[in-house]
């Protein structure tokens, strides 16, 4: 069990696709007490045994692939106090990941050291997670101050995709299914956020320091990190293992290069060079440390995480004395710019200061009364106008190209009684959560509007009946699950009606079919979607 099917440290190399079992008697000094095994990530599927009985499990275990069902996760199984002799089962079988088999060890210890252990590793992560989610909404404050400078928010993306790396971690399996859905989902974000990042360091160097990065071999650089995003978001997560190995060696061309276009930086003293080129060096050796480890090369461990810090706060350093910088500059150049100028050319200025600011706050002024006459200011979603407009354009689109959509009719159950026993205060609050969860759960392409006082109209586009009954029942089960008015907590239900556009259908007539089977669901005693 020394790595995993295709490793170097074992005598055989198998097949990264199969499955096995793996058997183990183990014989303890003296009687188990408060013992534990921890189960590393397995790829990609498990079942652990204890004395022949089931104790914890990720995936489907199977010989066939067309049934195999992969799962991201790791555990800790309890050994029973008393125990001196026991057996450990593994089965373990691999149809959708690069690697197949146990590369981790499992590790038998004092259960309190383990889970503490783990819960050192999950508290450095949501660290390294707040840091880096603190640091991004800064640089994109700076941006903002300052759009014409495209460093901040390159920055920015550097560090949200070092977020996704540091998320996806094994240790972070516990709310990685929940909120990733499923082991394929979680593998390629992992992969996107290496796969990407190399080339957003290399553009973010190269903004900061133009003179010195030449720009044919960024752009071929960049042209093949695409090559291998596009790989990654359109394969199977079973062939990454190749292209990990290939983008390895990338990765350090990369940072051997940005290293030594530093160099050459700091020789012809360009401003910030020395700081940068320290965060370079504390966040690549942690990288080559953890490629290494990875490949079996050295056995240190994973440690990138603390090149993440180092290299934070380097770049933030950075970017903020360049931010200061630039603004201390502008402020001279406009001082000296007010001496020089006569004061008939300054007064024309002025003027023309004026109208620009006049005519952009008519704009703005214009821009938000558009938005406000087609949206819903408590909910923040569409308005019975704001909605209609999609709404025509997907009777355009499906007279001319037979594109059907549906409606789905939202209504809360007894909503009045909200009203009369919490206040209108917290049946607002019900109405904007409700709006918010409705958000989360429906396509970028779908449109929600708040209909009438607790009634939501949604459109989905390009969209079958069975389908969109699908999303409504989703949309129920999403608002029926959360208490919502804290710190009351109000359990709310709603009722839904769906229908599907035809030939002879009207806006008025199709809305007539959805409230129609609406008020079905109502009638049949709330809490259902009908159609």
Not at 188 to 197: D, E, G, H, L, T
């Amino acid at each position: 069990m020394s790595g995993g099917w295709q490793s170097n440290q074992s005598d055989v190399t198998y097949d990264a696709i199969g499955f096995a079992t793996y058997h183990l008697e183990v014989a303890l000094q003296q009687v188990s007490s408060n013992l534990a095994i921890q189960i590393p990530q397995i790829e990609s599927a498990y079942k652990f045994y204890l004395n022949s009985e089931l104790k914890a499990l990720g995936g489907v275990v199977t010989d066939s692939e067309s049934e195999a069902s992969p799962s991201y996760s790791n555990s800790t199984v309890k050994i029973p106090d008393g125990l001196k002799e026991f057996s450990i089962t593994i089965q373990v079988s691999n149809f959708h990941s690069g690697w197949g088999g146990i590369w981790q060890p499992i590790v038998l210890g004092d259960a309190d050291s383990l889970n503490m252990l783990h819960r050192d590793k999950v508290a450095l992560s949501v660290f390294l997670l707040g840091s880096l989610l603190i640091t991004a909404l800064n640089s994109l404050t700076l941006f903002f101050q300052r759009p014409q400078d495209r460093v901040p928010v390159v920055f920015a993306c550097i560090c949200m995709l070092l977020f996704l790396r540091e998320f996806t971690l094994d240790h972070m399996s516990v709310l990685l299914p929940s909120i990733a859905s499923g082991f394929v989902m979680i593998t390629k974000i992992n992969f996107f956020s290496y796969y990407a990042i190399i080339p957003t360091i290399l553009y973010f160097y190269q903004l900061y320091f133009l003179k010195v990065f030449h720009t044919q071999f960024c752009r071929l650089i960049y042209i093949v990190c695409i090559v291998f995003v596009i790989f990654i978001l359109f394969f199977p997560t079973r062939y990454f293992g190749l292209s990990l190995s290939i983008f390895n060696i990338i990765a350090l061309v990369v940072m051997s290069y940005i290293l030594q276009r530093m160099w050459v930086a700091i020789n012809i003293k360009l401003r910030g060079a020395r700081i940068m080129l320290l965060g370079s060096l504390i966040a690549f050796v942690f990288a080559v440390n953890d490629i290494l480890n990875l490949n079996g090369v050295i056995t240190t461990g994973r440690f990138f995480s603390f090149g993440i810090i180092g290299f934070i706060f380097c770049q933030n350093f950075v970017t903020n004395s360049r931010f200061n910088y630039l603004i201390s500059k502008n402020e001279t150049l406009s001082d000296k710019l007010k001496v020089r100028n006569a004061d008939l050319v300054l007064m024309s200025e002025l003027l023309e200061t004026k109208v620009e600011q006049r005519t952009l706050d008519l704009k703005l002024a214009n821009k938000e009364l558009k938005a406000r006459a087609s949206s819903d200011l408590l909910t923040n979603t569409l308005n019975r106008y704001g909605l209609h407009q999609h709404i025509q354009a997907a009777f355009e689109r499906y007279r001319r190209s037979q594109e059907s959509f549906c409606l789905v009719l939202i209504d809360y159950d007894h909503f009045k009684e909200i009203n009369d026993n919490y206040g209108h205060d917290l049946g607002d609050i019900v109405l904007a959560t409700g709006a918010e969860l409705i958000k989360d759960s429906i396509r970028e392409q779908d449109k929600l509007s708040r209909w009438g006082g607790e009634e939501f109209l949604i459109l989905l586009p390009d969209t079958e009946l069975q389908g969109a009954l699908a999303i409504a029942n989703k949309l129920k089960v999403a608002i029926n699950a959360k208490p919502i008015g804290q710190p009351i907590g109000v359990n709310v239900t709603v009722t839904g009606g769906v229908a599907q556009v035809n030939d002879e259908d009207t806006f008025e007539s199709l809305f007539k079919r959805v409230d129609e089977a609406l008020y079905h669901g109502k009638q049949e005693g709330r809490n259902r979607i009908c159609s």
